[in-house]
Antibody, heavy 120, light 111 residues
Framework: QVQLVQSGADVKEPGASVKVSCKAS????????IHWLRQAPGQGLEWMGRVNPKSGGTNFAQKFQGRVTLTRDTSISTAYMELSRLRSDDTAVFYCARGWTMSVSYFDFWGQGSLVTVSS | VVMTQSPLSLPVTLGQPASISCRSSQSLLRVDGYTYLNWFQQRPGQSPRRLIY???NRDSGVPDRFSGSGSGTDFTLRISRVEAEDVGVYYC?????????FGQGTQVEIK
């Protein structure tokens, strides 16, 4: 069965960086984009960007451009999201979700979420 | 594309129908003939789950009491008979234009 398993919760100080992983199983990793989304406490969903696991190509929401790095390791079917220059308002749950590369298809499976707390 | 949902809070009686509206700031009909409007459910403490894709297609395992309809800029998610497990926040999301965007969410609660 399809699974996206994310890394655990993390606490970072303002100005630091955080790297979240998303391990895929149950499907061909390179057939689906891995998207990253953010959900601040009590707030809605916000799309951050996506990586094409086959090519490594990336696309980003404008507000995250320059602060987010998306990578993948196809040998272990894992995608990574690194957010730099953390601020207190980056405190959120980060989700990975997949979308088929061969059509306009979004978020049919999600990871369990990774809580990142930014606090001094 | 700005997605606007209403209402933002929806108290419902068990066994009664419920309806959530989603309006987009521009038409979501693409030149390929498809309309990429999705609905997601987020139960308390859980990850979102896709219920409906491309306006009216139910995802695998989604109960048939959930249905989606609409076209152009106006879309609706209906629950024919609300059950206790339907409590949560529902989001519409468009993938017709770049970047993908979500509505603010509608909180469904039991009266």
């Amino acid at each position: 069965q399809v699974q996206l398993v994310q890394s655990g919760a993390d606490v970072k100080e303002p100005g630091a960086s955080v790297k979240v992983s998303c391990k895929a199983s149950g499907y061909t990793f390179t057939d689906y984009y891995i998207h990253w989304l953010r959900q601040a406490p009590g707030q809605g969903l916000e799309w951050m960007g996506r990586v094409n696991p086959k090519s490594g190509g990336t696309n980003f929401a404008q507000k995250f451009q320059g602060r987010v790095t998306l990578t993948r390791d196809t040998s272990i079917s894992t995608a990574y999201m690194e957010l730099s220059r953390l601020r207190s308002d980056d405190t959120a749950v980060f989700y990975c979700a997949r979308g088929w590369t061969m059509s306009v298809s979004y978020f049919d499976f999600w990871g369990q979420g990774s809580l990142v707390t930014v606090s001094s | 594309v700005v997605m606007t949902q209403s209402p933002l809070s929806l108290p419902v009686t068990l066994g009664q129908p419920a309806s959530i509206s989603c309006r987009s700031s521009q038409s979501l009909l693409r030149v390929d003939g498809y309309t990429y409007l999705n609905w997601f459910q987020q139960r308390p403490g859980q990850s979102p789950r896709r219920l409906i894709y491309n306006v009216f297609n139910r995802d695998s395992g989604v109960p048939d009491r959930f249905s989606g309809s609409g076209s152009g800029t106006d879309f609706t998610l209906r629950i024919s008979r609300v059950e206790a497990e339907d409590v949560g926040v529902y989001y519409c999301m468009q993938g017709s234009d770049w970047p993908p965007t979500f509505g603010q969410g509608t909180q469904v609660e039991i009266k």
